[in-house]
């Protein structure tokens, strides 16, 4: 798979957010009721999520696993008892009794991968055979509600924030005719808040919302099922709008699953 563009200005700053909301990332353990020995966690950055499990529950074995050098050179000196690796091959654990854990990784794919990657990708994650697969990302359902005062607001001109200084920005990238639809809408909602942290030439291009939920339902396999899901706002996400752009927010845009072999 296609290396991510290193093109992160404030490293400091886009860890420190990738590290907020950790109790809400690790959703999973206690949704997992057989016994596994190791947790694999898919795009693990700077192993801040690895470290947090390993204090909690340190009877697992933790392995990383991320394609930037980078970050696994940072994860390893920030939880050095675990192991990292950016090579798939050498994640050396057995899968029948692990769980792959893969948290804000799908957009991330979806933005700097190719087609070909992006199958290739959802191969590796369905056909490794592991007993649990866990997601947590960013997904609206297809019949998400149209917020259309939302939209209005984003598209009026004489909207003052400094939280809307990138929004022209956005809409040359993500709008039609400079306009945003309300999809589109929802998404500079979702990214809004990264526009002053340094980051923001990455992020812009990012696609936050690739697929819906009933789009990444289609994907699982048969050899699977269900264990938990959940479709859901973000609570941080809802306390940021109102506090910093009043705005009320209700539309679920963050999706977790649990997904089991059976």
């Known amino acids: 798979m296609a290396h991510l563009p290193d093109t992160i200005c404030d490293r400091n700053k886009y860890i420190t ?3 907020k909301s950790m109790l809400d990332k690790v959703f999973f353990f206690d949704k997992v009721f057989e016994s596994i020995e190791s947790v694999v966690d898919f795009g693990c950055a700077d192993g801040s999520l690895i470290k947090f499990c390993k204090d909690i529950f340190p009877k ?10 980078y970050m696994i050179e940072r ?6 008892s675990c192991r990292f690796t950016d090579k798939w091959e050498d994640i050396g654990v057995n899968p029948s009794q692990s769980l792959l854990n893969l948290s804000s990784v799908i957009h991330e794919v979806y933005s700097y991968c190719s087609p070909e990657e992006i199958n290739d990708f959802w191969d590796r994650v369905f056909h490794s055979g592991f007993q649990y697969i866990s997601f947590r990302d960013m997904m609206l359902s297809c019949a998400h509600p149209e917020e259309k005062k939302i939209t209005d607001f984003l598209n009026n001109p004489n909207s003052a924030s400094k939280y809307l200084e990138k929004l022209k920005d956005f809409k ?4 039609k005719n400079g306009v945003l639809d309300s999809t589109q809408a929802i998404h500079y909602l979702l990214k809004a808040q990264y526009s002053f942290y340094g980051n923001w030439e990455r992020e812009i291009r990012e696609n936050y919302l690739p697929i819906t939920v009933e789009e990444f339902l289609l994907k699982i396999p048969e050899e699977y099922e269900i264990c938990y899901q959940e479709h859901y706002v973000f609570p941080y996400h809802r306390w940021w709008l109102w506090n910093n752009l009043g705005i009320e927010w209700n539309t679920p845009t963050h999706f977790k699953i649990v997904l089991k072999k059976k």
């Open 17 to 19: 957010e990738m590290r």
């Open 60 to 69: 697992y074995e933790y392995v990383g696993y991320d394609i930037s050098p």
């Open 75 to 80: 994860a390893r000196e920030n939880c050095p």
């Open 172 to 175: 040359q990238i993500w709008g």
